[in-house]
């Protein structure tokens, strides 16, 4: 199963509200929707540029995973998300090939969507996260 598009880029930050001044003010984009996920323990800001989407995360604790991202790499690119059919057996797909996941299983997350991320260490370092539309 190929990846459909990038449907968003990740983009830790310390403050959503001073970041869009960058985003909104400086590069013209909007911010369309901001919506807490309250079991990541994030607060997200989503910008639409064409078919991808920027999402601006926001810790909203600090045993949160960008709380400790922030703290050890500084505010930027937390993670990619690819848009798939299947989240489910994307995940199977991948555990089959031998790459780590930090799902098992796909869970809820912004937007409604169904997500589902791999472990950076056998991604090349970068966070993976899969996407199915519900
Ligand atoms: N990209 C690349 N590498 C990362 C990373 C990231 N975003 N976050 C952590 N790492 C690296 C760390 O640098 C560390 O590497 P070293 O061992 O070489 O130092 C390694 O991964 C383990 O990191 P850690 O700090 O010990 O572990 P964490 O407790 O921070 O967990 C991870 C890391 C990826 C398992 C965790 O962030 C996770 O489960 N992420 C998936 C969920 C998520 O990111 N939710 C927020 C977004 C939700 C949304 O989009 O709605």
Wanted: charge should be negative.
């Amino acid at each position: 199963m190929i990846p459909k598009y990038i449907e968003h880029i990740g983009i830790a930050v310390k403050s959503i509200e001073e970041s869009l001044k960058y985003y909104e003010g400086v590069l013209g984009m909007e911010c369309y929707a901001v919506e807490e996920v309250v079991d990541q323990k994030v607060k997200t800001a989503f910008l639409k540029v064409g078919e991808t989407k920027i999402e601006l995360l926001e810790a909203t604790s600090e045993e949160s995973t960008v709380a400790k991202f922030i703290e050890k790499r500084g505010e930027g690119i937390h993670h990619i998300a690819f848009a798939v059919d299947d989240v489910d057996a994307k995940l199977e797909e991948l555990q089959d090939k031998g790459l780590k996941l930090i799902d098992k299983k796909s869970r809820s997350g912004a937007e409604g969507l169904s997500i589902g991320f791999l472990h950076p260490k056998s991604t090349l370092g970068v966070l993976t996260e899969f996407c199915e539309k519900k």
